[in-house]
């Protein structure tokens, strides 16, 4: 890994709750919080399945259980589905910022989210601090997404820009338009403009197969698994 020798690594001591399955726990691996990694070893840890919360790189470290797999879709032969491109046409008259922090919109947006869409989730009930924590620190290359219609801020994208890519960090969207399918559409916006930036890859964080939240990823076809220490390509 390039910059290795650098790195600290550190593993949670205890086991935490899953946050995917219930009566499960789980175990992390960090990099060390203190440390600022460059643009080239952030990249090259997201190759190797380590993903972005707040100022945490991290990846699951599970002893017993593999269900969290890093993904990602190769943009150059990402295929729309029928559905997915209706979804493209329902949101044609989104109009687009790119903005370098979240809008003075943006958390109410996200309260709006969370209190419609996960009160079953860890991030329930949302609270300022919480959102400044969790998507409030960026890093150098972050971007944030802001789809507005009819001047109205409808949805967010986070994202960071990796040498290889864009990694969707997280989307959240107004509950009360379900029918523009705004998180779909978010990882599609992504998917294009990583064409237009000539990136190959979206990195789109965890597939896990049995968790309904985390197993639509396979649904951006082809995508890719990060399955042994290698990358797979599922067509």
Request: proline residues 6%.
């Amino acid at each position: 890994m390039t910059d290795s020798t650098e790195i600290k690594l550190y593993a949670t001591t205890h086991p935490h709750p899953c946050s995917y399955f219930n009566e499960r726990e789980a175990k992390t691996i960090f990099i060390d919080p203190e440390m600022v990694p460059s643009p080239t070893l952030y990249s090259e840890l997201s190759r190797r399945g380590f993903r972005r919360s707040g100022n945490h790189i991290y990846r699951p470290d599970c002893k017993r259980c593999n269900e969290c797999i890093a993904s990602r879709v190769p943009v150059n032969t990402f295929a729309p589905t029928r559905g997915q491109r209706r979804t493209i046409n329902r949101n044609a008259d989104l109009r687009t910022e790119i903005l370098t922090a979240p809008s003075a919109q943006a958390y109410n947006l996200y309260e709006r989210y969370i209190n419609g869409r996960h009160r079953d989730g860890d991030m329930y009930p949302p609270s300022q601090e919480q959102f400044d924590s969790f998507l409030g620190q960026s890093n150098a290359t972050t971007m944030y997404l802001h789809f507005y219609a009819e001047g109205n801020l409808v949805a967010v994208a986070v994202t960071d820009v990796l040498d290889d890519g864009l990694s969707a960090i997280y989307t959240f969207y107004d509950p009360a338009l379900n029918r523009r399918s705004l998180g779909v559409y978010g990882i599609l916006w992504q998917i294009e403009h990583a064409k237009s930036l000539n990136l190959p890859y979206v990195y789109l964080g965890y597939w896990i197969r049995d968790c309904q939240k985390m197993a639509y990823k396979t649904d951006y076809r082809p995508i890719e698994l990060l399955i042994n220490s290698r990358w797979v390509r599922l067509i």
